[in-house]
């Protein structure tokens, strides 16, 4: 089982950066692959972006191409976010997930409480 701690949240203007972490208990962090998703009020929850196991490919959704870059770094057990050109629309708060198969959007098995992230126009 792995725990998982996100920070980074934050009020940010238009046009603004943010970068989002996600630290990981326990010493099998290279096991999971890890993923962010958001959840907009009233909205569902969504895939924001994916990234393998030992962090070689990665998968982006398509509203935050270009200016969203997630990384892995399993000597930290952490998944990072870096969000730039943020847009009043990526308002939300933002959740990392882990999984032990595969990888990319879907199912997950391990989840963060989340952290919020607010820009303001």
């Known amino acids: 089982q792995v725990q998982l701690v996100e920070s980074g949240g934050g009020l940010v203007q238009a046009g603004g950066s943010l970068r989002l972490s996600c630290a990981a208990s326990?010493?099998?962090?290279?096991?999971?692959?890890m993923g962010w998703f958001r959840q907009a009020p009233g909205k569902e929850r969504e895939f924001v972006a994916a990234?393998?196991?030992?962090?070689?490919?990665?998968s982006h959704a398509d509203s935050v191409k270009g200016r969203f870059t997630i990384s892995k770094d399993n000597a930290k057990n952490t998944v990072y976010l870096q969000m730039n050109s943020l847009k009043p629309e990526d308002t939300a708060v933002y959740y990392c997930?882990?999984?032990?198969?595969?990888w990319g959007p879907g199912e997950y098995d391990y989840w963060g409480q989340g952290t919020q992230v607010t820009v303001s126009s």
């Open positions: 326990g010493r099998t962090f290279s096991s999971y692959a």
């Open positions: 990234v393998s196991r030992f962090g070689t490919s990665t």
């Open positions: 997930a882990a999984r032990l198969r595969g």
